[in-house]
């Protein structure tokens, strides 16, 4: 029987139950599943501002039962070094992707997984403005 190792990479700022659902959902496809993390810088470069810090968002990603190891996200470039070097068989990302990383079926599986309908982060920050007016 063949170990599968998954893929998935996110800020995952202000953790919410569709993150936890993305997750559960991802480990459930193989047996070991590692989660590609942005950097505060890489989301900088991105012009996203996340409220965690890069450690403190690695630190609640790694007591997540689903989640096996946490790494880095630095570039976009990194998903095929990261793919081959760590021997990933599925990559899992949200389907608002859709189309975004084909070229990686080469090296494994792409699955474009659906999101949770009625949250997000951006939503979440939405509400909490609406809040404070």
């Not at 501002?49 to 790494?71: F, P, Q, T, W």
């Not at 990559?91 to 992707?97: E, P, R």
Request: charged fraction near 35%; aromatic fraction near 12%; charge should be negative.
């Amino acid at each position: 029987m063949k170990f599968t190792r998954v893929i998935t990479y996110g800020t995952y700022d202000l953790l919410h139950w569709g993150h936890i659902r993305l997750l559960k959902r991802a480990k459930e496809l193989g047996d070991y599943l590692v989660v590609a993390l942005s950097t505060d810088e890489f989301n900088n470069l991105k012009g996203k501002k996340a409220y965690h810090s890069y450690e403190e968002r690695k630190m609640m990603l790694e007591s997540i039962r689903y989640v096996d190891l946490v790494i880095p996200e630095d570039s976009w470039d990194q998903k095929e070094h990261d793919v081959k070097l760590l021997e990933i068989d599925k990559f899992v990302i949200g389907d608002d992707w859709t189309g975004e990383f084909d070229f990686l079926d080469k090296h494994c599986e792409v699955i474009y997984m659906s999101r949770t309908e009625g949250i997000s982060t951006t939503k979440i920050k939405e509400d909490l403005e609406k809040f404070n007016k």
